[in-house]
């Protein structure tokens, strides 16, 4: 069910993702098949930092892009500029690779310089969840197998002390 899942997915879309499951199959289609697949996990937000700086006033700023679990909609909601306006998060394009953000309200022309940066290293952070896991497997695996030979050997021991009495 997991690969069947995965192989849903493809370069560029957009895919809201739950836990167990469903995340091992998002998370497997980016691995082989999807590396630009965009996936927005259950608590369902994608946020940019933003530095502006207006009349002299630096403030920093977060527009959101969020997904409502209740209305299953996307919610961007307005971020407020120092001296006026609005900045809104518009939308993703992840085949580009791109992010699109609104100002609303603005008289003045602005000058805008983003830095899209992407965490490359969280996945080592589910490489080790896989090793803990496999390493958990195996060793009940081992552990099962000690149980059985265990068994075997009481069961050997139980016998041949039956038969000792026996011939006594």
Same mark, same amino acid.
């Given at each position: 069910?997991?690969?069947?899942? #995965? ?5 560029? *879309?957009?895919?809201?993702?739950? $836990? ?11 691995? *082989? ?12 937000? $994608? &946020? ?9 006033? *630096? ?23 120092? &001296?006026?306006? #609005? ?6 394009? #992840?085949?580009?690779? *791109? ?22 290293? $969280? ?46």
């Amino acid at each position: 069910m997991t690969i069947a899942a #995965a192989r849903q997915l493809h370069n560029g *879309t957009v895919c809201f993702v739950g $836990i167990g499951l469903p995340s091992t199959a998002a998370n497997l289609a980016r691995v *082989t098949h999807a590396p630009d697949v965009v996936l927005i996990y259950e608590s369902g937000t $994608i &946020g940019a930092k933003l530095a502006v700086t207006r009349g002299g006033q *630096t403030v920093e700023l977060e527009p959101l892009y969020k997904l409502n679990p209740a209305s299953h909609q996307v919610e961007t909601p307005p971020v407020q500029l120092p &001296g006026g306006g #609005a900045m809104i998060f518009s939308g993703i394009d #992840a085949t580009n690779h *791109t992010v699109q953000l609104e100002a609303a309200g603005v008289a003045s022309v602005m000058k805008l310089s983003v830095d899209v940066t992407r965490k490359p290293l $969280i996945q080592l952070v589910w490489f080790g969840l896989y090793v803990v896991i496999l390493g958990g497997a195996l060793s009940s695996v081992q552990r099962l197998r000690e149980m059985r030979v265990r068994e075997r050997v009481a069961e050997a021991k139980q016998a041949g002390g039956v038969g000792t009495q026996a011939s006594s």
